[in-house]
């Protein structure tokens, strides 16, 4: 699999995403714009955040946090969070279980 052959889903002016689903995880790779912002959110999946390139100001259950290229941060399941880029950024994304709500196209709050 090639990131760069796979299609990237637009979620907004500042936000794509490219996914590749398997039986037990998804993984993304999300390219986020300066001043992007993934609004609050919770999920059922675990995950985990590694910053490939620039630096992100993350909320966790209220705590800030900012994460930076080669560092990776880990969100339990249930736990709410938001996100905003700092600089240009581009992230990889690994959830477990899959992703489901993206399955089904309920990831509105990443649209807006």
């Given at each position: 699999m090639r990131w760069h052959a796979e299609p990237v889903d637009q979620l907004s002016a500042g936000i794509g995403r490219q996914v590749i689903h398997t039986e037990t995880m998804t993984v993304a790779r999300i390219v986020l714009a300066a001043g992007a912002v993934v609004p609050g959110h919770a999920?059922?999946?675990?995950?985990?955040?590694?910053?490939?390139?620039?630096?992100?100001r993350v909320v966790?259950?209220?705590q800030e946090h900012s994460v930076g290229a080669g560092e990776s941060l880990i969100l339990p399941a249930n736990v709410p969070h938001e996100v905003e880029a700092l600089s240009d950024t581009v992230t990889l994304e690994v959830f477990s279980p899959v992703r489901q709500d993206w399955l089904r196209g309920d990831d509105s709050y990443l649209r807006k």
């Open positions: 999920h059922e999946n675990e995950q985990v955040t590694t910053v490939l390139e620039g630096r992100l966790i259950d209220g």
